[in-house]
């Protein structure tokens, strides 16, 4: 063609991946595809199953300060799944009356409003989407993002008070679905912001066709497109372009022939998409 372009959509599917698995793959084309100086390309739609669950590796770690016979610092592993409110609950509470220290009761996890109440709680209930957890002898704290990534605190507070090691920079903690206070406070009960089942707002598809020009706000430059997810476990979610003509990465020059994609949330955590198939269209021009 009159502007050097012979390719100008590209099609992929996570079925027909040439390596890796459908968050991580490669896909490898019949024929390489110069892409010459000036050419830029854009994410023209992407569908994919949520399939990801609720409570995974990026972020089931609740980061407890107890004040039974002591102060003392642990974190709970919350167990990887897909949840509703309900069932996360019980697992919230299992998971935190595991592992107690000494002078520390038997924790209670309800669902309830904001306010506390959970007279007429029902599954499907957004009224209902708090949690309030209940110590019975003893106080405690879930602690923050804000104080979890800051080095200082960790070395300071958490590790000088006998608190495992964990990494400030990927805290992966449960502040992601739920939180309570910004500070630590000890109290007997505490009630939870409103339970965010969606534990990924979006997602961001990466690639190694871009030259690195554009950024999000953890620094991340391979990002093809932001896709917004609205959508609960197990439904489609899907996106489509802007439309802006300024929504564009350059990819030129080069010679593509084994492009790799992978999926990324905002945090640049993986997102394992538990065998779940997702399919997009890349679109080439000149600009």
Excluded at 28 to 41: I, K, R, S, T
Excluded at 145 to 162: C, I, K, R
Excluded at 163 to 168: D, F, K, L, R, V
Aim: proline residues 4%; glycine residues 8%; charged residues 15%.
């Amino acid at each position: 063609m009159a502007d050097g372009l012979r390719v100008r959509r590209l099609y992929i599917d996570s079925r027909f991946r040439s390596t890796g698995t459908t968050d991580d793959f490669e896909i490898q084309l019949q024929e390489g595809v110069d892409l010459p100086a000036g050419c830029h390309a854009y994410l023209s739609e992407w569908q994919g199953t949520v399939s990801w669950n609720t409570v995974s590796h990026s972020n089931q770690q609740l980061f407890l300060s107890e004040n039974g016979s002591g102060v003392s610092y642990r974190i709970v592993q919350v167990p990887t799944g897909p949840h509703d409110s309900e069932s996360l609950r019980v697992v919230i509470q299992d998971a935190m009356n595991t592992g107690k220290p000494a002078g520390i009761g038997t924790y209670s996890v309800a669902r309830t409003s904001s306010a506390g109440s959970n007279s007429t709680a029902s599954l499907g209930s957004a009224a209902f989407r708090f949690y309030t957890i209940t110590l019975s002898s003893g106080t405690f704290s879930v602690i923050p993002d804000t104080l979890l990534e800051t080095p200082a605190w960790q070395t300071n507070v958490w590790l000088a008070g006998g608190g495992p090691e964990y990494n400030t920079a990927a805290v992966r903690s449960t502040n992601e679905l739920f939180a309570f206070t910004d500070t630590v406070d000890y109290k007997a009960t505490h009630v939870s912001s409103f339970v965010d089942l969606r534990s990924k707002h979006s997602i961001f598809l990466h690639s190694s066709l871009g030259n690195s020009d554009s950024m999000s706000v953890s620094g991340l430059r391979s990002i093809l497109g932001k896709i917004p997810i609205n959508a609960p476990f197990g439904s489609l979610a899907t996106f489509q372009h802007s439309a802006s003509p300024y929504d564009m990465t350059s990819v030129g020059p080069t010679f593509m022939q084994r492009p790799r994609f992978f999926l990324r949330d905002a945090r640049n955590q993986a997102i394992s998409m538990a065998g779940g198939h997702w399919s997009a269209t890349i679109v080439f021009c000149m600009a």
